[in-house]
């Protein structure tokens, strides 16, 4: 079983017992929009009932996958987060529609599967080493899988400027990230303060 000491957290956004706490009321009540879009767009092309395999990192509280579960009854949905007690809080959550949650993160995921998606939301912003995470994501990917990075955006119109836009990216940074890994981007969706990018592994050429 995985512990703190195992995981290289440098980079990393790990939240304490009461930040987490904080955090958890936080995105319920603010949040939601950011995760019914993710939760909507992500199986937007997916029959309800099929049975998929979705990894979600940096779940924190568990909000999303809940969604999840909720819009597409046949998933296996599995999480992971760096953080002790969001780990906690997740599994609370989300113990009623057998979800599995896992202490780990970008660079470490304890559970030895292939994935259909891999998502994340409100967290790639974060990660300090983004070219080796996806890479390293990559590899739980099935055949034809996918990443899916859900941000907000950035714009010229925000208060607390500063700090909001260290955590936001816009669509250079997203698609930059790819140059410099095995991954392409399928595609990029905008809609209002929100941003998707969409990963896949390059096809090699016969």
């Known amino acids: 079983m995985m512990t703190i000491a195992d995981m ?15 955090y958890n009321l936080l995105a319920l009540l603010g949040g939601n929009l950011l ?3 993710a939760a909507r767009d992500m199986l ?8 998929i395999t979705i990894l979600d990192v940096g779940t924190g509280p568990g909000i999303l996958p809940e969604k999840l579960a909720r819009i597409q009854s046949g998933a296996r949905i599995y999480c992971v987060d760096p953080s002790q ?28 599967r ?21 890479e390293y994501l990559s590899g739980f990917l099935k055949k034809d899988g996918k990443i899916m990075i859900y941000e907000m ?3 010229k ?14 669509r250079g940074e997203l698609e930059s990230v790819a140059s410099v890994t095995g991954l392409r981007i399928d595609s990029i969706k905008e809609i209002g303060v929100f941003i ?6 390059k096809k090699v050429k016969s």
Not at 9 to 15: A, D, M, T, V, W
Not at 114 to 132: L, V
Not at 196 to 201: K, N
Request: aromatic letters at 12%; proline letters at 2%.
């Open 8 to 22: 290289d957290l440098e980079g990393e956004e790990r939240f304490g017992r009461i930040t987490s706490h904080i």
């Open 35 to 37: 995760y019914d879009f």
């Open 44 to 51: 937007e092309k997916e029959e309800n009932g099929r049975e």
């Open 85 to 112: 007690t969001m780990v906690e809080i997740a599994r609370r959550r989300l113990s009623r529609y057998g979800i599995k949650v896992g202490l780990g993160y970008s660079l470490m995921v304890p559970f030895k």
């Open 114 to 134: 292939k994935f259909d998606i891999i998502c994340s939301t409100m967290s790639f912003h974060h990660w300090a080493h983004k070219k080796e995470s996806l």
């Open 153 to 155: 955006k950035k714009g």
């Open 157 to 170: 119109d925000l208060p607390l400027i500063g700090f909001l836009q260290a955590h936001r990216m816009n």
């Open 196 to 201: 998707r990018a969409t990963y896949s592994v």
